[in-house]
């Protein structure tokens, strides 16, 4: 059980907007740590795609998007495309088990 | 670009030993935090350990608390070198493991080493 809560499945039709929720406690998201945002394609090694919360590394379009807010964080994707389709995996640290923690992951899937 | 390359990786008996390295390249390695996080069906993402870089007044290393005692992290800055040296292994320690950049966060990733303990 991950201490980082994803929805396993979010799916969108081209060119819509999807979002993915990260939820967590106070000990993580709530306790001011940042959150990050990873894309995994098939078959790949995952990609950083949000850094702080909000962060786009280069390179990263910026249809992707982050925010944060109270125990609990979001990644969107507006204008779907069909080369958005990935798992994706939010990230943080826990203060009480003294580690980085990573969601579940979220399969997005577009129509 | 930076580039990060794992070796090492394999079918080992549980019980058994088993060394990764990870060449890394494009970026100066010396001063920075490297980490291991390893990719499992059942688990997804697990960070494993890091390691901090010579911008820090002693190199330490820290770890997840099911590899402790069983795995060590290590490098060599002259070669540009990231080693994760695993004993002990256990089924559970089956997985793709990667090389990453970074501490709290993982800005580059290698392509993954699979590491699979069977008997």
């Known amino acids: 059980q991950s201490a980082l809560t994803q929805p396993p499945s979010v799916s969108g039709a081209p060119g819509q907007r999807v979002t993915i929720s990260c939820t967590g406690s106070s000990s993580n998201i709530g306790g001011g740590y940042d959150v990050h945002w990873y894309q995994q394609l098939p078959g790949r090694a995952p990609r950083l795609l949000i850094y702080g919360n909000v962060n786009r590394p280069s390179g990263v379009p910026d249809r992707f998007s982050g925010s944060k807010s109270g125990t609990s964080a979001s990644l969107a994707i507006t204008g779907l495309q069909a080369e958005d389709e990935a798992d994706y995996y939010c990230q943080s640290s826990d203060s009480s088990l003294r580690r980085v923690v990573f969601g579940g992951g979220t399969k997005v899937t577009v129509l | ?119």
Request: glycine share 10%; aromatic share 14%; hydrophobic share 35%.
């Open chain 2, 1 to 119: 670009q930076v580039q990060l390359v794992e070796s090492g990786g394999g079918l080992v008996k549980p019980g058994g030993s088993l060394r990764l390295s990870c060449t890394a390249s494009g970026f100066t390695f010396s001063d920075s935090y490297m980490s291991w996080v390893r990719q499992t069906p059942g688990k997804g993402l697990e960070w494993v350990a890091f390691i901090s870089g010579s911008s820090s007044y002693t190199e330490y290393a820290e770890y997840v608390e099911s590899v402790k005692g069983r795995f060590s992290i290590s490098r060599d800055n002259a070669k540009n070198s990231l080693f994760l040296h695993m004993d002990s292994l256990t089924v559970e320690d089956t997985a793709v493991y990667y090389c990453v950049t970074g501490q709290l966060f993982y800005y580059d990733w290698g392509q993954g080493s699979l590491v699979t303990v069977s008997s």
